[in-house]
């Protein structure tokens, strides 16, 4: 079964138009994306690839994220930020125009999966991977408590706030991202946990100030499973398994 698709078209236009994909003056969003930053850098130190090693990075917005190759593949919807890129490619993720097995590692930062059919993408995800290839994403977690409404689902188009507006996105629950996965025959290797109590606080009481304070405890409270099952986004690493 397909999802009713996010239209292309406004994604794209939005993010043309976004000055900032990760706004500065956003704790929130600065908090995430220096936590996935940090696990991106683990990631590429931990991972070794060659000089030479096919990289695909989905929805770059430009940004390398620590992963240096001769063969650094962009794609995306918007041409905002990709002068500079020489192996940009303008595609929709349902459908990458690649070979099967093109791909040492395949990267999908910044909620990517949430604009798209998560079954499609990560099947198209695996499809271009070659054995053993790695695949690094993060996604916002239907189980966080922003969609306790939903929480019945394992899949929900729910609104949310991104640059001082509401959006619709696809939110899911990680039991169907895994199932997902599985599907593919990818692995997950590791797991990082962001907003792991803010999203509760924001809830009940939304402020900078207390944004700024919660995402210092982050790190302690990604090792308490009962906490962290409600973080609102999870980076994991998969391999592909033969």
């Not at 001082?164 to 899911?172: A, L, Q, S």
């Not at 895994?178 to 025959?185: G, N, T, V, Y």
């Amino acid at each position: 079964m397909y999802l009713r698709r996010i239209p292309t078209e406004d994604i794209r236009r939005r993010y043309n138009a976004a000055v900032e994909v990760w706004p500065a003056s956003d704790s929130w969003h600065s908090h995430l994306r220096a936590r996935l930053n940090e696990a991106l850098a683990f990631e590429s130190r931990n991972l070794e690839l060659s000089a030479d090693a096919r990289i695909l990075n989905i929805g770059s917005r430009g940004s390398h994220y620590s992963f240096t190759s001769e063969n650094h593949f962009h794609l995306d919807l918007c041409e905002i930020g990709m002068a500079q890129i020489s192996l940009f490619v303008r595609a929709d993720a349902h459908l990458l125009p690649f070979a099967s097995g093109s791909f040492d590692l395949i990267l999908m930062i910044g909620s990517v999966i949430n604009y798209c059919d998560a079954a499609r993408l990560i099947s198209e995800c695996a499809r271009c991977m070659k054995q053993n290839a790695i695949l690094v994403f993060d996604f916002e977690n239907l189980r966080t408590w922003e969609y306790w409404r939903h929480w019945r689902y394992n899949i929900a188009l729910a609104s949310t706030d991104y640059a001082g507006t509401r959006e619709k996105i696809w939110v899911y629950s990680p039991v169907l991202i895994e199932a997902m996965l599985e599907a593919s025959k990818l692995s997950i290797e590791r797991k990082v946990y962001v907003h792991t109590l803010t999203g509760l606080f924001l809830e009940l009481w939304d402020s900078e100030p207390m944004r700024r304070f919660l995402s210092r405890f982050d790190r302690f409270w990604g090792d308490v499973p009962i906490v962290r099952n409600r973080a609102a986004s999870i980076l994991l690493t998969c391999r592909k398994c033969f």
